[in-house]
């Protein structure tokens, strides 16, 4: 059985959320306290923080390393390409996430301007201009691990994105998805 030590706020969380989602699994749900953690969750990580991922007596935490998991304990549907080259690329770009996309929106929900995160999306948008998805031809893990701030910083930050019309688009499209079209009302909560 899996469960998700969860909290629906959290970016990170979504993640894992969607990709469970995109694959069809079962799951169970622990919420966890952001404003008050429950001491038991630093048995499970010992950083306190969620997502963790449990399966059984394997424990987890960390929202990329959880989405590589289910993507090869679950293989179907597949989440990264086929092709090494491709997967290599799209495996990069969320690595490089913070530097991308993450630092630029907490600095702005900080209240440290708009700047930095402004000129991220504008790499963005090239990015979706050149390829529909930031995994590449097809929609994955990549776009899964951007996905979640983008909704947040449209719904919390007034983000217009209208002035990145690709990464609209980008968007547009990934909202179709069941999986991700439940993320809507988690994100604008925040
Ligand atoms: N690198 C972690 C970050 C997870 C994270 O920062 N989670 C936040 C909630 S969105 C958290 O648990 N914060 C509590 C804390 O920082 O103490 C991941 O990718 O899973």
Known sequence: MLTLYDADRCPYCARVRIVLAEKGLEYQTVIVDLDERPAWIYAKNPLGKVPVLEEDDFVVPESAVIMEYLEERYPEPPLWPADPAER????????????????????ARRGDGREELDARLA?????????????????GLA???YLPWILRARANLGVDLESFPAVEAWLARLIERPGVAGELEPAAAR
């Open 88 to 107: 290599a690329l799209g495996r990069l770009r969320l690595e490089r996430f913070d530097d991308r996309l993450g630092h630029a929106y907490y600095a």
């Open 123 to 139: 790499e963005l948008e090239l990015v979706v201009e050149a390829q529909p998805y930031l995994t590449g031809r097809e929609y």
């Open 143 to 145: 776009d899964i691990g």
